[in-house]
Protein backbone atom coordinates (compact mmCIF):
# COMPACT_ATOMS: atom_id res chain seq x y z
CA UNK A 1 0.00 0.00 0.00
CA UNK A 2 2.85 2.34 0.74
CA UNK A 3 1.12 5.19 2.34
CA UNK A 4 -1.34 5.57 -1.03
CA UNK A 5 -4.49 5.46 -0.63
CA UNK A 6 -6.78 4.33 -3.76
CA UNK A 7 -9.84 2.15 -4.73
CA UNK A 8 -9.53 -1.57 -4.81
CA UNK A 9 -10.50 -3.50 -8.51
CA UNK A 10 -12.91 -6.23 -7.86
CA UNK A 11 -10.05 -8.82 -7.84
CA UNK A 12 -8.41 -6.76 -4.75
CA UNK A 13 -11.92 -6.90 -2.77
CA UNK A 14 -12.75 -9.82 -0.34
CA UNK A 15 -14.85 -12.43 -1.90
CA UNK A 16 -17.85 -10.92 0.18
CA UNK A 17 -17.57 -7.56 -0.72
CA UNK A 18 -17.61 -8.90 -4.06
CA UNK A 19 -20.44 -10.80 -4.08
CA UNK A 20 -22.40 -8.01 -1.86
CA UNK A 21 -22.04 -5.44 -4.50
CA UNK A 22 -22.95 -7.81 -7.37
CA UNK A 23 -26.68 -8.29 -5.58
CA UNK A 24 -27.19 -4.43 -5.08
CA UNK A 25 -30.11 -3.34 -6.87
CA UNK A 26 -31.66 -7.06 -6.35
CA UNK A 27 -34.69 -7.08 -4.52
CA UNK A 28 -33.65 -8.31 -0.79
CA UNK A 29 -36.78 -11.18 -1.33
CA UNK A 30 -34.79 -12.49 -4.52
CA UNK A 31 -31.24 -12.55 -2.82
CA UNK A 32 -31.88 -15.84 -1.35
CA UNK A 33 -32.62 -17.38 -5.19
CA UNK A 34 -35.72 -19.19 -3.28
CA UNK A 35 -37.98 -20.74 -6.12
CA UNK A 36 -41.58 -19.51 -4.49
CA UNK A 37 -40.23 -16.24 -4.34
CA UNK A 38 -39.14 -15.78 -7.74
CA UNK A 39 -42.82 -17.38 -8.84
CA UNK A 40 -44.50 -14.23 -6.63
CA UNK A 41 -41.94 -11.93 -8.43
CA UNK A 42 -43.06 -13.04 -11.77
CA UNK A 43 -46.86 -12.79 -10.69
CA UNK A 44 -46.17 -9.50 -9.10
CA UNK A 45 -44.56 -8.47 -12.69
CA UNK A 46 -47.62 -9.67 -14.34
CA UNK A 47 -50.12 -8.06 -12.12
CA UNK A 48 -47.79 -4.55 -12.13
CA UNK A 49 -47.68 -5.06 -16.39
CA UNK A 50 -51.82 -6.03 -16.77
CA UNK A 51 -52.51 -2.69 -14.28
CA UNK A 52 -49.89 -0.84 -16.41
CA UNK A 53 -51.74 -1.80 -19.66
CA UNK A 54 -55.22 -1.54 -17.75
CA UNK A 55 -53.71 2.80 -17.04
CA UNK A 56 -52.58 3.28 -20.90
CA UNK A 57 -56.10 1.93 -21.71
CA UNK A 58 -57.91 4.47 -19.65
CA UNK A 59 -55.42 7.11 -20.88
CA UNK A 60 -56.57 6.33 -24.89
CA UNK A 61 -60.28 6.43 -23.71
CA UNK A 62 -59.75 9.78 -22.14
CA UNK A 63 -57.87 11.50 -24.84
CA UNK A 64 -60.28 10.53 -27.33
CA UNK A 65 -62.74 11.73 -25.49
CA UNK A 66 -60.93 14.96 -25.07
CA UNK A 67 -60.80 15.14 -28.73
CA UNK A 68 -64.47 14.48 -29.33
CA UNK A 69 -65.18 17.12 -26.77
CA UNK A 70 -62.67 19.69 -28.51
CA UNK A 71 -64.02 19.11 -31.80
CA UNK A 72 -67.90 19.03 -30.65
CA UNK A 73 -66.73 22.22 -29.30
CA UNK A 74 -65.06 23.44 -32.49
CA UNK A 75 -68.14 22.43 -34.32
CA UNK A 76 -70.85 24.19 -31.95
CA UNK A 77 -68.38 27.01 -32.10
CA UNK A 78 -68.97 27.30 -36.27
CA UNK A 79 -72.38 26.90 -35.87
CA UNK A 80 -73.09 29.42 -33.64
CA UNK A 81 -70.36 32.15 -34.07
CA UNK A 82 -72.95 34.82 -35.75
CA UNK A 83 -74.64 34.50 -32.57
CA UNK A 84 -74.03 37.60 -31.33
CA UNK A 85 -74.04 39.69 -34.90
CA UNK A 86 -77.49 37.99 -35.87
CA UNK A 87 -79.03 39.54 -32.14
CA UNK A 88 -77.36 43.02 -33.36
CA UNK A 89 -79.23 42.86 -36.61
CA UNK A 90 -82.35 41.67 -35.74
CA UNK A 91 -83.25 45.08 -34.44
CA UNK A 92 -82.54 46.44 -38.16
CA UNK A 93 -84.94 43.61 -39.73
CA UNK A 94 -87.74 44.71 -37.11
CA UNK A 95 -87.09 48.65 -38.29
CA UNK A 96 -87.13 47.54 -41.75
CA UNK A 97 -90.61 45.56 -41.21
CA UNK A 98 -91.94 48.46 -39.41
CA UNK A 99 -91.31 50.09 -41.99
CA UNK A 100 -92.96 48.31 -44.92
CA UNK A 101 -96.02 47.93 -42.81
CA UNK A 102 -96.15 51.42 -42.21
CA UNK A 103 -96.63 51.95 -45.80
CA UNK A 104 -100.10 53.05 -46.19
CA UNK A 105 -102.16 51.84 -49.29
CA UNK A 106 -102.34 54.87 -50.86
CA UNK A 107 -98.69 55.13 -51.47
CA UNK A 108 -98.55 51.18 -52.55
CA UNK A 109 -100.99 52.31 -55.67
CA UNK A 110 -99.01 55.48 -56.14
CA UNK A 111 -96.74 55.09 -59.10
CA UNK A 112 -93.98 56.95 -58.26
CA UNK A 113 -93.58 55.00 -54.78
CA UNK A 114 -93.72 51.72 -56.22
CA UNK A 115 -90.19 51.57 -56.72
CA UNK A 116 -89.39 52.47 -53.15
CA UNK A 117 -91.66 50.38 -51.84
CA UNK A 118 -90.75 47.09 -54.20
CA UNK A 119 -87.21 48.12 -52.93
CA UNK A 120 -88.17 48.01 -49.43
CA UNK A 121 -90.15 44.72 -50.30
CA UNK A 122 -86.92 42.80 -51.95
CA UNK A 123 -84.29 43.93 -49.74
CA UNK A 124 -86.37 42.23 -46.58
CA UNK A 125 -87.01 39.22 -48.35
CA UNK A 126 -83.07 39.01 -49.19
CA UNK A 127 -82.64 39.67 -44.99
CA UNK A 128 -84.93 36.75 -44.38
CA UNK A 129 -83.17 34.69 -47.31
CA UNK A 130 -79.90 34.98 -45.62
CA UNK A 131 -80.60 34.67 -41.81
CA UNK A 132 -82.23 30.75 -43.65
CA UNK A 133 -78.84 30.38 -45.09
CA UNK A 134 -77.13 30.44 -41.65
CA UNK A 135 -79.94 28.79 -39.73
CA UNK A 136 -81.65 31.39 -38.60
CA UNK A 137 -85.23 30.82 -38.07
CA UNK A 138 -88.08 32.90 -37.40
CA UNK A 139 -90.69 31.58 -34.44
CA UNK A 140 -94.09 30.88 -34.93
CA UNK A 141 -96.67 32.30 -33.04
CA UNK A 142 -99.72 33.01 -33.49
CA UNK A 143 -102.91 30.81 -33.11
CA UNK A 144 -100.30 28.89 -31.18
CA UNK A 145 -100.12 27.70 -27.27
CA UNK A 146 -98.02 29.46 -25.52
CA UNK A 147 -94.02 27.94 -25.16
CA UNK A 148 -91.97 29.80 -22.46
CA UNK A 149 -89.13 28.57 -24.10
CA UNK A 150 -89.92 30.49 -27.20
CA UNK A 151 -92.00 33.19 -26.18
CA UNK A 152 -92.41 35.96 -23.85
CA UNK A 153 -95.89 36.83 -22.86
CA UNK A 154 -96.34 40.74 -22.21
CA UNK A 155 -99.91 40.44 -22.12
CA UNK A 156 -103.41 39.02 -21.47
CA UNK A 157 -106.03 39.42 -23.51
CA UNK A 158 -109.73 38.34 -22.66
CA UNK A 159 -110.70 36.61 -25.39
CA UNK A 160 -113.79 33.94 -26.20
CA UNK A 161 -112.24 33.46 -29.80
CA UNK A 162 -109.50 31.62 -28.68
CA UNK A 163 -108.69 29.05 -25.47
CA UNK A 164 -106.62 30.63 -22.75
CA UNK A 165 -102.70 30.28 -23.05
CA UNK A 166 -103.02 31.11 -26.80
CA UNK A 167 -100.98 33.53 -29.10
CA UNK A 168 -103.15 36.06 -30.21
CA UNK A 169 -101.17 38.45 -31.56
CA UNK A 170 -97.03 39.12 -31.89
CA UNK A 171 -95.55 42.43 -30.43
CA UNK A 172 -91.88 41.54 -32.13
CA UNK A 173 -90.75 38.20 -33.81
CA UNK A 174 -88.99 36.13 -32.35
CA UNK A 175 -85.78 34.03 -33.84
CA UNK A 176 -83.91 31.05 -33.22
CA UNK A 177 -80.07 30.08 -34.47
CA UNK A 178 -80.26 26.24 -35.70
CA UNK A 179 -81.74 24.75 -32.63
CA UNK A 180 -80.75 27.42 -29.78
CA UNK A 181 -82.76 30.93 -29.02
CA UNK A 182 -81.58 33.92 -29.96
CA UNK A 183 -84.66 36.36 -29.53
CA UNK A 184 -88.34 35.16 -27.66
CA UNK A 185 -91.00 36.30 -29.47
CA UNK A 186 -92.99 39.13 -27.34
CA UNK A 187 -96.42 37.89 -27.84
CA UNK A 188 -100.31 38.40 -26.37
CA UNK A 189 -101.68 35.54 -24.71
CA UNK A 190 -105.72 34.84 -24.86
CA UNK A 191 -107.41 34.49 -21.15
CA UNK A 192 -110.56 34.31 -20.64
CA UNK A 193 -112.70 37.03 -20.12
CA UNK A 194 -113.78 38.07 -16.59
Known amino acids: MNGKLYDMTDNEKPLDQAAED ?7 HLRDGGEDDLSESL ?8 NAKQEVLYAQAETQNVRRRLEREKDEARAYAATGFARDILSVADNLSRAIDAIPESLRADDSMKGLVFGLEATQRELEKVFAGHGITRIAA ?3 PLDPNQHQAMLEVPSNDHEPG ?13 DR ?4 AMVAV ?3 PD
Open 22 to 28: ELKGVPE
Open 43 to 50: ESLRQDLE
Open 142 to 144: VGL
Open 166 to 178: TVVSEMQAGWMIK
Open 181 to 184: LLRA
Open 190 to 192: AKK
